[in-house]
């Protein structure tokens, strides 16, 4: 049987209120409700299990940080760097988010139905069969996937039709992994580090995989949204600044 656990996180700092997710989860608890959060940071950082966290109100800045299994799900916007240096799990955010979100991720996904802020995935990495992916619904800003050395990003624009959905500099000083924009961009906005390439079998499985699962929970068209056309970006070269350092 699911055993469920309520914590009112009004006037709480947040060291307590980590003590006692924390105690929550030891005690057996599968699904944890956090009510009246405002701000707390550190939220479930470094939490290893597969406890279910429901979020209601505005998480602080590090939500999920060093994560390594929990499913966060959080009913409103957060602040920055979300699933900072994340080893696994999954980040549902039915708002918008800050910048920097998954800095140094490493495995799980994050999945923000609006928009992003700067620096999103910079420093992404994968190793061997994990592979991180971070979807945003929305736009982001500039130096999205800078120096990304493995993983999925994916930007959608759903909520943006009369705007440009990402900024520039995007991928600047990648070196591995996979972006992939809905609709055009235009070379001027991209990074030095990377390049335009087309869509292949592998990248179709991806979609099927990670794009259908988002569009599952945030009850969008799959079949709608695959039809029409997306950007895919990958780097250019696996050491882009290697004629800098002497060795």
Known sequence: MKKQEIIDAKNLHYK?????????????????????????RYIAAGLKDDARIIVNGVPGNDLGAFMDGPKIIVNSNAQDVIGNTMNNGKIIVHGSCGDITGYGMRAGQIYIKGNAGYRIGIHLKSYKNLLPVIIIGGSVGDFFGEYMGGGAL??????NNDVKIVGNYIGTGMHAGVIYIRGSVQKYQLGKEVGFAELNENDVALFDKYLKDYCDIFDIDYQKLTAEKFTKLIPVSHRPYGKIYAY
């Open 16 to 40: 307590i209120l980590n003590e006692k997710i924390i105690e929550a989860v030891k005690s057996g608890a599968d699904e944890i409700i956090l009510n009246n959060i405002n701000g707390q």
């Open 154 to 159: 994916f930007v959608l624009g759903l909520n």
